[in-house]
């Protein structure tokens, strides 16, 4: 495939030779006969200065407007998220555990609720009192949020690479990554969150790098503090990004700027109060080390094998099909020894973000999840693209490619709708949805209309507010500071498999939180494993046990015995 001539990233003079922001000048990047990474390119091809005899300089391609190609797919990727929002919101009733996490604690709104930052619920308790308390508000803001990470992603690429069809392969590359276009759609919240952030990041990154401004710096500053309230992950790119701009002259210049100091206050301005709030609970401090297991005997082998595992496993099947497609020129893209045309130095953000993982492992981390990758290698296909070379991107491959690509999203757009819908094939998530009916239909029959449901699990609690959305929820190990009833009926559920007996930590809530007598207690517990015993079918391996009071909370949530 020939290069786009106009497609071309290069800068102009005013960009190459000097940054001039405010009188101060921020100095290019080193001249050499052979270029160093990050540094802009000239019309000559060559760091520094256009020389008087250089050909005109090219408008880089960010700059050109819109390709039709380009236009095309940002309209499929639109079409393609709204269908699986679409999906979502008229299938099954059925929530997954963290959708389950999001109905119950998107009630409130607090600085901190769990061991996840708070603002992905900040985003849904908006789209739930937008749209209510339904599956629509849950499919849109996540649907919206990918469609947002692809287009950043898409920009990000537009900036970088010389040609639309680069950009436009390396954006379809993410529907060829099994963690973000099908687990995120299945069952992730936060984590999609921080990737939609660290796209963004990446897009501001970029434009702050080749023309900096004041407000660029402050922009930084507000993603900086946004993806810190996003998910904690975060840290692992800002830390890569740092030690990246830290390695080439440029990023040094830009770090030493006073301005910076505008961006590390916007950040804690944003982040300070969750981090007070954290700071205040050592339980949720002392438990965030346990999620990558540090301390573990075995660390450094069975760290070193579940990073490994993560980063094969997250970039599946993606890796997969380039080797097929591209054979050896994707291996040759991988091994370029520097970023060729790319004007930023992406070989060594992923070398920083190595080197950070290695650290981890040093300190005795030995467990990651796969999906604690998405925000960190999003840049993958961009690098791959950018310094794959032109003869390998023939119209055999780049067809056969596409169409790859294609062919995913409409796989994942059918299991989808099998999954969540009353098809033939599979029945998990109907059965899962009859089965929140038919123990709603129970709560209903035995006196519960609206008011505080309390479980200990989040998955219980969530879906059972889904069929009673006047009604508060409320599970084990979320902060009920805000805990407010929506009525004066109290329903306790909890999972009688392996055990009979009511769970320790919901008798202390009954009882010291919200004042019921132990006697009531007691009293009602025969007759609720009873049900439960008599409930139980095929489907599930244990029936859930339910106890019920109707009309015996106060609007302030504690028990009183004035039934009228």
């Given at each position: 495939?020939?290069?786009?001539?106009?497609?071309?990233?290069?800068?102009?003079?005013?960009?190459?030779?000097?940054?001039?922001?405010?009188?101060?000048?921020?100095?290019?990047?080193?001249?050499?006969?052979?270029?160093?990474?990050?540094?802009?390119?000239?019309?000559?091809?060559?760091?520094?200065?256009?020389?008087?005899?250089?050909?005109?300089?090219?408008?880089?391609?960010?700059?050109?407007?819109?390709?039709?190609?380009?236009?095309?797919?940002?309209?499929?990727?639109?079409?393609?998220?709204?269908?699986?929002?679409?999906?979502?919101?008229?299938?099954?009733?059925?929530?997954?555990?963290?959708?389950?996490?999001?109905?119950?604690?998107?009630?409130?709104?607090?600085?901190?609720?769990?061991?996840?930052?708070?603002?992905?619920?900040?985003?849904?308790?908006?789209?739930?009192?937008?749209?209510?308390?339904?599956?629509?508000?849950?499919?849109?803001?996540?649907?919206?949020?990918?469609?947002?990470?692809?287009?950043?992603?898409?920009?990000?690429?537009?900036?970088?690479?010389?040609?639309?069809?680069?950009?436009?392969?390396?954006?379809?590359?993410?529907?060829?990554?099994?963690?973000?276009?099908?687990?995120?759609?299945?069952?992730?919240?936060?984590?999609?969150?921080?990737?939609?952030?660290?796209?963004?990041?990446?897009?501001?990154?970029?434009?702050?790098?080749?023309?900096?401004?004041?407000?660029?710096?402050?922009?930084?500053?507000?993603?900086?503090?946004?993806?810190?309230?996003?998910?904690?992950?975060?840290?692992?790119?800002?830390?890569a990004v740092l030690l990246t701009l830290l390695t080439v002259r440029r990023g040094r210049a830009l770090l030493f700027d006073p301005r910076l100091l505008l961006t590390l206050l916007v950040a804690s301005a944003l982040v300070a109060p969750h981090l007070v709030?954290?700071?205040?609970?050592?339980?949720?401090?002392?438990?965030?080390?346990?999620?990558?297991?540090?301390?573990?005997?075995?660390?450094?082998?069975?760290?070193?094998?579940?990073?490994?595992?993560?980063?094969?496993?997250?970039?599946?099947?993606?890796?997969?099909?380039?080797?097929?497609?591209?054979?050896?020129?994707?291996?040759?893209?991988?091994?370029?020894?520097?970023?060729?045309?790319?004007?930023?130095?992406?070989?060594?953000?992923?070398?920083?973000?190595?080197?950070?993982?290695?650290?981890?492992?040093?300190?005795?981390?030995?467990?990651?999840?796969?999906?604690?990758?998405?925000?960190?290698?999003?840049?993958?296909?961009?690098?791959?693209?950018?310094?794959?070379?032109?003869?390998?991107?023939?119209?055999?491959?780049?067809?056969?490619?596409?169409?790859?690509?294609?062919?995913?999203?409409?796989?994942?757009?059918?299991?989808?709708?099998?999954?969540?819908?009353?098809?033939?094939?599979?029945?998990?998530?109907?059965?899962?949805?009859?089965?929140?009916?038919?123990?709603?239909?129970?709560?209903?029959?035995?006196?519960?209309?609206?008011?505080?449901?309390?479980?200990?699990?989040?998955?219980?609690?969530?879906?059972?507010?889904?069929?009673?959305?006047?009604?508060?929820?409320?599970?084990?190990?979320?902060?009920?500071?805000?805990?407010?009833?929506?009525?004066?009926?109290?329903?306790?559920?909890?999972?009688?498999?392996?055990?009979?007996?009511?769970?320790?930590?919901?008798?202390?809530?009954?009882i010291e939180g919200l004042g019921v007598p132990p006697g009531e207690i007691e009293a009602a517990l025969p007759q609720a494993l009873q049900r439960a015993a008599a409930g139980a079918d095929s489907s599930m391996k244990a029936w859930p046990a339910l106890l019920?009071?109707?009309?015996?909370?106060?609007?302030?949530?504690?028990?009183?015995?004035?039934?009228?």
């Amino acid at each position: 495939m020939q290069a786009d001539a106009g497609a071309a990233i290069l800068f102009n003079s005013s960009q190459v030779d000097q940054v001039v922001v405010d009188s101060r000048e921020i100095p290019p990047p080193e001249r050499a006969h052979r270029r160093r990474e990050g540094d802009p390119i000239c019309a000559n091809g060559e760091s520094g200065a256009p020389t008087a005899s250089a050909p005109a300089v090219r408008v880089a391609l960010h700059e050109q407007p819109l390709a039709s190609a380009e236009r095309w797919l940002i309209f499929g990727l639109f079409l393609y998220f709204s269908l699986q929002a679409l999906i979502r919101a008229t299938g099954a009733a059925a929530l997954e555990l963290d959708e389950s996490e999001l109905a119950v604690v998107g009630q409130w709104w607090l600085i901190g609720y769990n061991n996840q930052p708070p603002l992905y619920v900040w985003l849904q308790a908006v789209a739930f009192r937008v749209l209510g308390l339904d599956l629509a508000a849950l499919s849109v803001l996540k649907n919206a949020l990918l469609f947002t990470t692809y287009l950043f992603t898409f920009l990000a690429a537009r900036r970088l690479l010389h040609e639309p069809m680069r950009a436009i392969l390396a954006t379809l590359s993410l529907l060829l990554i099994a963690q973000l276009a099908w687990e995120a759609q299945r069952d992730l919240s936060h984590s999609v969150m921080v990737t939609t952030v660290a796209a963004a990041s990446f897009y501001a990154l970029l434009r702050w790098y080749a023309r900096p401004s004041t407000a660029g710096y402050l922009l930084l500053g507000v993603l900086l503090g946004l993806g810190l309230l996003s998910k904690y992950n975060y840290v692992l790119f800002a830390g890569a990004v740092l030690l990246t701009l830290l390695t080439v002259r440029r990023g040094r210049a830009l770090l030493f700027d006073p301005r910076l100091l505008l961006t590390l206050l916007v950040a804690s301005a944003l982040v300070a109060p969750h981090l007070v709030w954290l700071m205040g609970d050592p339980g949720l401090i002392a438990a965030l080390p346990h999620k990558l297991d540090f301390g573990q005997r075995t660390w450094l082998v069975s760290g070193l094998g579940s990073t490994l595992v993560a980063m094969v496993d997250f970039l599946a099947p993606w890796w997969v099909i380039m080797l097929l497609v591209f054979r050896l020129d994707f291996l040759r893209a991988i091994a370029m020894p520097q970023d060729s045309d790319l004007g930023f130095p992406l070989r060594r953000y992923l070398g920083a973000l190595l080197l950070l993982l290695a650290v981890l492992l040093l300190l005795g981390a030995s467990h990651f999840k796969a999906r604690w990758m998405l925000p960190l290698v999003l840049v993958a296909p961009i690098y791959v693209f950018g310094t794959m070379a032109t003869s390998a991107l023939t119209r055999v491959r780049v067809r056969a490619y596409i169409a790859t690509a294609l062919i995913a999203a409409a796989l994942v757009l059918s299991v989808m709708g099998w999954r969540l819908h009353d098809w033939p094939v599979p029945a998990g998530r109907q059965a899962l949805a009859e089965h929140f009916d038919t123990v709603a239909e129970k709560a209903r029959e035995i006196g519960f209309e609206q008011g505080l449901i309390i479980s200990e699990r989040l998955l219980d609690a969530g879906n059972l507010r889904l069929r009673f959305p006047d009604s508060t929820g409320w599970a084990s190990r979320v902060n009920g500071a805000a805990l407010t009833c929506g009525g004066s009926d109290l329903l306790v559920v909890w999972d009688t498999e392996g055990r009979a007996a009511l769970p320790q930590e919901l008798r202390e809530l009954l009882i010291e939180g919200l004042g019921v007598p132990p006697g009531e207690i007691e009293a009602a517990l025969p007759q609720a494993l009873q049900r439960a015993a008599a409930g139980a079918d095929s489907s599930m391996k244990a029936w859930p046990a339910l106890l019920v009071w109707p009309s015996r909370l106060r609007s302030d949530c504690h028990w009183t015995d004035d039934v009228s």
